[in-house]
């Protein structure tokens, strides 16, 4: 039987939503692992859009589940439907999306709290001992959803992982091709383009999350 997993979206676009590369080389791996795959995004206002082009903010408010389906032609489903107990694993891109929309990391750092139609998705996963990944930023994230002691990386970049360590997490220092493995918590983690432009670095690393993932299913 193939093996179903969940991925949750925080928009469309590297600096106001999910990373698309992520996302796509995501989906793309899971695919040639025969695993089915669902999309989910919370059904909420964006904390801010900007251009792509120019990095400039733009005077216009869009919806994250709306724009998650710009990535998934059309077939995102409100965060609030996903069970767990549907679902083998759980997967969540990067994109700055993770820091501004799924949490409020960007602003508050180590005081974040993670919003909560996608916390307690996630936390399903938790309580069910089902692997999650997480991807780029995301890892950011681990201590709000496993506690302290959590294993996790986000690449090399101090300042990001001086708060990871002062949110209570371990973050591990780590290449783009690699991956953290915390087997207590069944987290995987990779940093992918926080330490690359380079699609086929990032996909070096996202595919041995997604194996390492689908391994763990039980």
Known sequence: MSKKVAIILSGCGVFDG???????LTAL?????????????????????????????MDEQRNVLVE???ITRGKSRDVRELQAADFDALILPGGFGVASNLSDFASKGADCTV?????????????AKKPVGLICISPALSAKIYGAGVRCTIGNDESTAAVITQMGAQHENTSVDAI????????????????TESLS?????????VAQVLSMVK
Do not use: C
Request: net charge negative; hydrophobic share 40%; no cysteine.
């Open 18 to 24: 999910a990373e698309i590369n992520e996302t796509v």
């Open 29 to 57: 791996s899971l695919d040639q692992h025969g695993a089915k795959v669902e999309f989910f995004a919370p059904d909420i206002k964006q904390a801010a859009v900007i251009n792509h082009q120019t990095n400039e903010p």
């Open 68 to 70: 998650s389906g710009r």
């Open 115 to 127: 919003q909560a139609d996608t916390l307690q998705a996630i936390l399903q996963f938790k309580e």
């Open 180 to 195: 953290v493995v915390d087997e207590t918590h069944r987290l995987v983690t990779t940093p992918a383009y926080m330490l």
């Open 201 to 209: 670095e990032a996909a070096k690393g996202i595919n041995k999350l």
